[in-house]
């Protein structure tokens, strides 16, 4: 089981615009010639933040959805927020709120030996790492600079750095990149 962000950025590291628009990503490629219809099949459990939820229930579930769909995933989803946000009727979605380090210890027991997807944003993110919770990194550097926006993953990871495990190109679209984090050795 790991902890996995599965994420897209711009080439200067926003995952989504200051207005959380992600249309520039959508011209960049098709998902089907990424590592995403692999990566999904190991997915047991996944973490998003209310931004990213509520872009969900705009973008893709609620009724002015241009392209609307139902819930995406099989797998259960914890929402983070501190506020009360309406539920998709149908899907196994769980509000949590404040320390990450219990949430994923119930997701954990919930992906029954599947990874962890932290589907974002960034500061999510950054707090499992800070718990020691992060594992990979797979991203896929989209062929656009935003010059502003959310940011990927607002933490400094420098000593000891992470591990790039695989480059590949997609396309002229995307960058696809796989990082391991590497745990500090522990000091006796
Ligand atoms: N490029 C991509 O592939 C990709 C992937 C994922 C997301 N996105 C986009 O990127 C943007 C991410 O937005 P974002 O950076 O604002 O991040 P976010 O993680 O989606 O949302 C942040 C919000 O989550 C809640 N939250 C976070 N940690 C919490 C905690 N421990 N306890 C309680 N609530 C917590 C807080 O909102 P409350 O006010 O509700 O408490 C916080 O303001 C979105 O537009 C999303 O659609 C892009």
């Not at 089981?1 to 590291?13: E, W």
């Not at 539920?87 to 509000?95: E, L, M, N, T, Y």
């Amino acid at each position: 089981m790991r902890t996995q962000y599965y994420t897209a950025t711009s080439l200067d590291g926003f995952i989504a615009t200051d207005d959380d628009s992600l249309e520039w990503l959508f011209q960049l490629g098709d998902i089907e010639e990424t590592s995403y219809p692999t990566f999904i099949k190991d997915v047991g459990a996944l973490a998003m933040g209310s931004t990213t939820y509520e872009w969900m229930l705009r973008n893709v579930i609620g009724p002015e959805a241009k392209d609307r769909r139902p819930w995406p995933y099989d797998q259960p989803t914890w929402v983070f927020s501190s506020r009360t946000l309406p539920a998709v009727p149908g899907a196994d979605i769980r509000f949590a709120r404040g320390d990450v380090g219990p949430v994923h210890a119930a997701m954990a027991e919930a992906a029954g030996g599947k990874n962890i997807w932290l589907v974002g944003g960034g500061d999510l993110v950054g707090q499992f790492h800070d718990h020691g919770l992060l594992d990979d990194i797979f991203v896929q550097i989209g062929s656009v600079t935003l010059g502003s926006g959310k940011p990927l993953l607002p933490r400094a990871i420098t000593t000891p750095p992470l591990k790039l495990v695989s480059a590949r190109m997609v396309g002229t679209g995307f960058a696809e990149l796989h990082y391991e984090i590497q745990k500090p050795v522990a000091q006796t």
